[in-house]
């Protein structure tokens, strides 16, 4: 069973603050994905990466910064928060471009900007 | 672009009763399409997908989905349900890059006694 944690798993900032949500993956999968989750959009991908040192935009990627630091390390950054922000975020991870669409989702930041 | 719709914000059924969550996909080529489950205070599992093949897939805990290429859908169903299958359902469609899912903005279950 694949394993993807992240943290922290709850935060609260204020606009303008500086925040970094952190992924980490033990499975050794070369994908990993940031997504935010808001009511009636679903999953918006922000951004994702094929590997270390690797960072692709995804649909959504205005105000977030990405990198991918080692296979298993995926952070993503908010350097300058606003109330928009405001949102359920995931992280995700796949093996290979075969199973690249089946993904394995953490548990989710929620992250609140005051 | 690739997008998906499902058209119920939230179905409320009792236990014991059938099910059909309704997705609608819309996509250029051959469609890669998942359903996922969002069960409170959890991220997102796989419930069964459709690569090719047999229009009818199974999935876990009972589920299956139809594929239809004349009706663009990709519908959820389950012959009896159970308290435990309340949950956030979402439907997805693979996009025109690699690795990327395109969500819909998901189903809500209630299943009640």
């Known amino acids: 069973e694949a394993a993807v944690t992240q943290s922290p798993r709850n935060k609260v900032t204020v606009t303008g603050g500086n925040v970094t949500l952190s992924c980490r993956q033990t499975n050794s999968h070369n994908y990993m994905y940031w997504y935010r989750q808001d009511t009636g959009h679903g999953l918006r991908l922000i951004h994702y990466s094929y590997g270390a040192g690797n960072l692709q935009i995804g649909d959504v990627p205005d105000g977030y910064k990405a990198t991918r630091t080692t296979q298993e390390d995926f952070f993503l950054l908010l350097e300058l928060a606003s109330p928009s922000q405001t949102s359920l975020y995931f992280c995700a991870s796949s093996a290979d471009w075969e199973s690249s669409y089946e993904q394995y989702f953490g548990p989710g930041t929620r992250l609140t900007v005051l | 672009a690739q997008s998906v719709t499902q058209p119920d914000a939230r179905v409320t059924v009792s236990e014991g009763a059938s099910l059909q969550l309704r997705c609608k996909y819309s996509y250029s080529a051959t469609p890669y399409l998942f359903w996922y489950v969002q069960y409170p205070r959890q991220g997102l599992q796989m419930l069964l997908k459709?690569?090719?093949?047999?229009?009818v897939v199974q999935g876990v805990n009972g589920f299956e989905a139809e594929f239809s290429k004349s009706d663009s859908s990709f519908h959820l169903r389950k012959a009896s349900v159970h308290w435990s299958d309340s949950a956030v359902y979402f439907c997805a469609v693979r996009g025109q890059v690699v690795g990327q899912l395109t969500f819909g903005s998901g189903t809500r279950l209630q299943v009640y006694a």
């Open positions: 459709y690569y090719s093949g047999d229009p």
